[in-house]
């Protein structure tokens, strides 16, 4: 049921494209001895939204979850109940990421065209797109919101280029040529630097000096996968590799600090 106050904070709410709270059984192994059985909650949908998704985003807080479905165009739901808060219909483009501002209130979307979009998640209602001096060539393959300041970074593999934008106002700020392509974008719990992984390298581009700060040659290498990650405070990486070593280097000298074998 949709309460009164449901409807003034969420008046695009439907029941249509709800989920619903299910549990499920999983088991967790330790190395060495048996599993131990657990149950998770999970969010369930009915079959008419098992179309597919290219693409899903969750809030922050883990209170939202955003997904595009099939040629439904983007929904919205509240992850304690399942209730779909919003159905943006979108039919300019498929979907294929998709961001939430740090406040929850925004959600960036990108596609197959070169514009991505910021919508209001209350009202479903476009507020720009990200086009005036933005993207020439599309195929944007990467968007991210900066954890605390008003920027959004977004990637064109068309174009070859990462870019800077005005959260606020879809005003391209700045722009960086990297010299590979752009495997993922992370900003700096700062917000004043961004992270931007390439090929086999990782570069450090700082927001206010408009240029790269630090990089880490070749620490990518096709010796195995490699997953990172930047702590709480910005001041270190920490990369794992499929050769079970964990490498953590100081962001502002770019030098490695310690090596773990696992």
């Given amino acids: 049921h949709i309460t009164e106050s449901v409807m003034t904070n969420w008046p695009n709410a439907s029941q249509d494209a709800s989920g619903y709270l299910d549990y499920a059984q999983i088991s967790v192994w330790p190395r060495y001895g048996r599993g131990s059985p657990s149950s998770i909650p999970i969010l369930a949908f009915d079959s008419q939204l098992n179309q597919g998704s290219r693409c899903i985003a969750v809030s922050r ?3 939202y979850l955003a997904a595009s479905i099939g040629r439904s165009g983007i929904m919205v739901w509240r992850t304690t109940d399942g209730l779909c808060i919003q159905h943006i219909r ?12 740090p406040d929850y209130r925004t959600l960036v979307s990108a596609g197959e065209s070169r514009y991505p979009a910021v919508w209001d998640i209350r009202t479903g209602r476009l507020l720009f797109r990200l086009e005036l001096e933005g993207h020439s060539k599309g195929n944007i393959t990467h968007v991210t919101y900066a954890p605390t300041g008003p920027f959004i970074a ?6 070859k280029v990462v870019k800077i934008w005005d959260a606020r106002s879809g005003t391209c700020l700045n722009s960086y040529r990297p010299r590979d392509d ?5 900003f700096s719990p700062s917000s004043d630097k961004l992270y931007i992984q390439l090929s086999t390298d990782c570069v450090t581009y ?22 990172f990650a930047i702590s709480p405070g ?3 990486l920490a990369l794992f590799t499929a050769l079970h070593i964990l490498q953590v280097y100081d962001l502002r000298s770019g030098r490695e600090t310690s090596r773990i074998k696992h």
């Fill in 61 to 63: 807080d883990g209170k």
């Fill in 90 to 101: 979108d039919q300019r483009e498929a979907i294929i990421f998709l961001a939430f501002s």
């Fill in 154 to 159: 977004t990637y064109s593999h068309g174009e």
């Fill in 234 to 236: 910005g001041e270190s």
């Fill in 182 to 186: 752009v495997t993922s974008l992370t």
């Fill in 206 to 227: 700082d927001l206010a000096l408009q240029d790269v700060t630090a990089a880490f040659t070749g620490i990518l290498r096709a010796d195995g996968k490699k997953s």
